[in-house]
């Protein structure tokens, strides 16, 4: 079987990590988030934790290096080397993207997503999030787990982000546009983008990657 190998780009609270649980279930895949993982080895107080802390807190980015020598790593493990993965958070700017192709060589991203929602969007969709600090799933204000702020899917404590603050949140879409936007027109040039409109609701948002990623699986 062939593998599946996705990236899903966009802003903050573009609903990234929601659509790339969906992804990952849907194709069978692992889903590789670099965010989730290095608030996990935050909470472990590991050595990549430790690292990488001061500039998640001020919602900078944490240093190439360090960020993708862990990718390296978690893509060498054999659900993804052999299945393939939905990455959401990574590559981040266009040395990364560089440093994916190398650790990808000779096998390709199949598709570049770009999940498209207007900055006051996801604005306002930041300032109510909440998410569960065990598997990442997202909730909100206005859309809460069944029972006090326990994860339905796991059981997790969900909480609101210590980075989802507004001027955290100004600083990291600040960054976002700086940094990550250029590489929409890097993996334009090269074919292997398509841009999915991310408002609506979270089903019809799937329905949408869906028919963008089968289309493209198929010519391959
Ligand atoms: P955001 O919603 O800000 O995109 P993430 O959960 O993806 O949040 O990431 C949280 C923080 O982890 C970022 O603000 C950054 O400090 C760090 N981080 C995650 N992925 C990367 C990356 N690819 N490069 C550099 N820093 C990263
Ligand atoms: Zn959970």
Known sequence: MLATRLVILGKQGAGKGTQAIRLSQHFRVPRISTGDMFRMFVKGDSEIGRRAKKYMESGDLVPDEVVNE???????EL??????????????????????????SPHPVDLV??????????????????VCTVCGLNYSVDAPPKKNWTCDACGG????????????????????????????????????????DGEGDPDTVTRRLLRAIESRLARR
Request: proline content about 3%; glycine content about 4%.
């Open 70 to 76: 862990m990718v390296r790593e978690r893509l060498v």
């Open 113 to 130: 997503i770009e999940l498209d929602v207007p900055t006051g969007v996801v604005m306002r969709r930041l300032a109510s999030r909440r």
């Open 79 to 104: 659900d993804a080397s052999e299945h393939g993965f939905v990455m959401e958070g990574f590559p981040r700017n266009v040395a990364q993207a560089d440093a994916l192709d190398d650790m990808l």
């Open 157 to 196: 404590d969900v909480v609101q982000r210590e980075d989802d603050t507004e001027a955290v949140i100004s600083r990291r879409l600040d960054q976002y546009d700086k940094q990550t936007a250029p590489l929409v027109a890097w993996y334009l040039a090269t074919d292997r983008l398509a841009a999915v």
